[in-house]
């Protein structure tokens, strides 16, 4: 067996049936150790917020090496999750948008939406997404997206102040 790598996930409310497909998913994999940052139930009530941060600053201290989030349209966990320097993350409602995010943009969190995406693709998205490297399938293109990918690293530490 192949070293274990490290998977923090979360969501609000609207996102908790997604997330616990996903979660269940993910540990049934050998390959994959989850972090649930929750909700563990729906009677719990974190803001998206909230639980976009908790993934964030788990990849941030190292702890977790990619993150799933989960809110109702994947779109506000994202806009949160890139707050974070060195969070990379991308909203995916398709599997193809999922491996995109990856090959193009070296993405390390995928977000999607509990309303939007069915428990069942969000696993598929999830698995592809989780399998897909960068620059994979384009490696024609392989030093142009490396060189972009830099430049994305040299305009966000021109923007985000080291605390």
Known sequence: MGRKITVAVASDKSGFPLKQAVVEY???RDDIEVLD????SL????PYHVQAAKV???????????GVLICGTGQGVGIVANKFK?????????IFAAERGRIINDANVVTMGGWITAPRL???????WLATGFTETMEDRAEWLKAAFGKVQEIEAEN????
């Open 86 to 94: 060195g969070i990379y993350a991308v909203v995916a409602d398709t």
């Open 122 to 128: 969000g696993v598929e998205i999830v698995r592809s």
């Open 56 to 66: 964030a600053r788990a990849i941030q201290a190292g702890t977790a090496e990619r």
């Open 37 to 40: 940052y929750g909700l563990a």
């Open 160 to 163: 985000f102040r080291d605390e």
């Open 26 to 28: 993910l540990r049934g």
């Open 43 to 46: 009677e719990e009530n974190e």
